[in-house]
C-alpha cells in the first residue's frame, strides 16, 4: 500500500514516462497480463494507455490490472493509467517514506 507522498512521487516520475502497454478492443487478456507484468518486472512504474475501441471502463480495468499483476493503482486519469509494482530482486525507484 503506497502512501499519500509516495504516490505523489510516482506522479512526477510518471509524467515523463511515455505509455508501454495499450489495451485495446479485446480488453484485459491473458497476453496484456503478461506483458504489464514483464514491464513492471522491469521498469517498476508503468503507464498503460485504453484505446477508444475498448469497451471496458479504464476505472474498472485498473483495478482488474491491480489484482491480477499484483500492483498499486498509483492514478488513472482519462484513459491512462499508472501502475507500480516494487521490484524485490533489483529495486530501480526509492520511494520517499
Not at 508501454?20 to 514491464?39: F, H, P, Q, R, T
Not at 491480477?68 to 491512462?80: E, F, M, T, W
Request: charged content about 25%; proline content about 4%.
Amino acid at each position: 500500500m503506497l502512501t499519500k507522498t509516495q504516490k505523489q512521487y510516482l506522479k512526477g516520475l510518471a509524467n515523463t514516462v511515455r505509455p508501454l502497454v495499450m489495451i485495446g478492443k479485446n480488453g484485459l487478456n491473458e497476453n496484456v497480463i503478461a506483458s504489464i507484468d514483464e514491464v513492471l518486472d522491469a521498469h517498476e512504474l508503468v503507464k498503460i494507455s485504453v484505446l477508444n475501441n475498448c469497451e471496458i471502463p479504464a476505472s474498472e480495468l485498473a483495478i482488474d490490472i491491480s489484482v491480477s499483476c499484483h500492483c498499486d493503482i498509483v492514478s488513472q486519469l482519462g484513459r491512462k493509467i499508472t501502475v507500480y509494482r516494487k521490484n524485490l530482486k533489483e529495486p530501480v525507484i526509492r520511494l520517499p517514506k
